[in-house]
């Protein structure tokens, strides 16, 4: 596409646009259980008003734009007082969950080369479920990843002992996930805390999932095992407001356990031709909206307002589990929140991805173990009995070899 020579009317471009999105999956209506978190028409349309408010605005300027400083803060001590972070605890807003994740990793070097440990050959261990945005911060960083397979005992967990095991001089961070994006399952936090106490190595809680969720599914009766700053050896988390805190994309926090720690994840510089300056995180230029967005997200639905969603969700996920395992299927450990992945003996799972895909259900799936992923959303409360009658029909059909051509199984 070449640009016009001359503008084109505005009504002209947004009717190509809408028409152009009508090949998307239908993620209003319910169909996608992956990319979208969907709280509902009035979340959506509070998330595009608080956007606009202050979408030219710039986070990189604090001095310019105080507004947009002071509502960073007040999301970090929000995010704070759900996750028990501890007096003097602090962080900041990122772009999404890699973000968040690569600055962790990039603070706990720093970190490390402050204490004056070897200033190379650093390495990371990380369960085998752990995120894939750690292996793409370690290649940045040029940081070895060591990758630990989990439990042998169909919990999914990470192994404690053998995170421990693989755990040496240059270890710069452990890894434990709230939960896990593969199989929805959070991770032995605390056993995780004593290995890294006893081996004196940061641990990160990678709660991108889970940050804005755990602790309404916790006041609301579930069983939450202890995840956060509450566990004495928890240096970070990463925990997303565009996930589960139903937030406008892209908007996640990382949050540390004090300000000593935080003071090595800022790049500063004021050795150039330029003004000095200081950025906080990856990106220079920072998106006034999602901040402004996600402030008044976290204020318009309050605690009450995300125990009612998080308990939605929660109640969706547990009729998702009866069905399916009431048609063979068998849930992968024990999910908590809005996570769940399932697999059966007698079907292939890429053949019913492939089949429900052909429904208009745009889904996920895991490859260790081959099963099909769900992450759940309020909006999918009103759907739940369509997704459970279309995969029974499409087991069937997957059983007798009648289940239509294979789409590709991908995401990007």
């Known amino acids: 596409m070449h640009m016009p020579a001359e503008g084109r009317a505005w009504e002209d471009v947004r009717a190509e646009m809408i028409s152009r999105g009508t090949g998307d999956v239908a993620w209003r209506d319910g169909k ?3 990319y979208i978190f969907n709280a509902g028409e009035d979340v959506h349309a509070l998330q595009h008003e608080a956007y ?9 300027g604090p001095l310019a734009f105080p507004s947009l400083a002071q509502m960073e803060k007040d999301v ?9 972070g501890p007096e003097g605890s602090t962080g900041a807003i990122t772009s999404g969950g890699t973000d968040s994740i690569t600055m962790a990793m990039k ?3 720093d970190f490390a080369r402050a204490k004056s440990r070897s200033q190379g050959n650093h390495n990371i261990v990380i369960p085998r479920s752990g995120h894939l945005a750690f292996h793409k911060a370690a290649m940045l960083m040029d940081i070895e990843i060591r990758s630990v397979p989990l439990k042998t005992d169909g919990s999914y967990e990470a192994d404690p002992a053998a995170m421990a095991a693989a755990i040496d001089a240059n270890t710069i961070m452990m890894v434990g996930s709230a939960p896990n994006f593969p199989h929805g399952i959070i991770d032995p936090i605390a056993e995780l805390g004593k290995v890294a106490e006893e081996k004196d190595v940061w641990l990160h809680v990678d709660a991108c999932v889970g940050g804005y969720f755990a602790p309404f599914a916790r006041m609301n009766g579930v069983a939450v095992p202890d995840f956060d700053f509450a566990i004495p050896a928890v240096k970070s988390m990463s925990a997303d407001l565009h996930k589960y805190g139903y937030c406008a994309k892209g908007a996640s926090t990382v949050l540390f356990r004090s300000a000593e720690l935080y003071k090595h994840m800022p790049f500063t510089l004021s050795d150039w031709s330029g003004a000095p300056m200081k950025t906080p995180t990856l990106a220079g230029t920072r998106p006034g909206g ?3 967005a996600a402030w008044a997200v976290m204020n318009v639905l309050g605690v009450s307002g995300y125990r009612e969603k998080q308990g939605l969700v929660c109640q969706t996920r ?3 589990e009866d069905g399916v395992k009431a048609l063979g299927f068998e849930v992968l450990g024990r999910p908590l929140l809005g996570l769940i992945a399932f697999r059966h003996p007698d079907a292939d799972t890429l053949a019913l991805y492939s089949a429900m895909r052909h429904r208009g ?3 996920s799936f895991t490859v260790e173990p081959p099963s099909l992923h769900l992450m759940l959303s309020p909006k999918h409360a009103e759907v739940a009995d369509d997704y459970l009658r279309d995969l029974a029909e499409c087991l069937d059909a997957v059983r007798v070899g009648d289940a239509g051509p294979k789409v590709e199984a991908r995401y990007s």
């Open 32 to 34: 996608t259980a992956v």
């Open 52 to 60: 606009g408010m202050f979408m030219a605005e710039n986070g990189l």
């Open 76 to 84: 970090i001590s929000m995010a704070l007082g759900l996750l028990g």
């Open 107 to 109: 603070t706990a070097r």
């Open 290 to 292: 999602a901040i402004s």
């Open 318 to 320: 547990q009729r998702i």
């Open 361 to 363: 259900w745009f889904t």
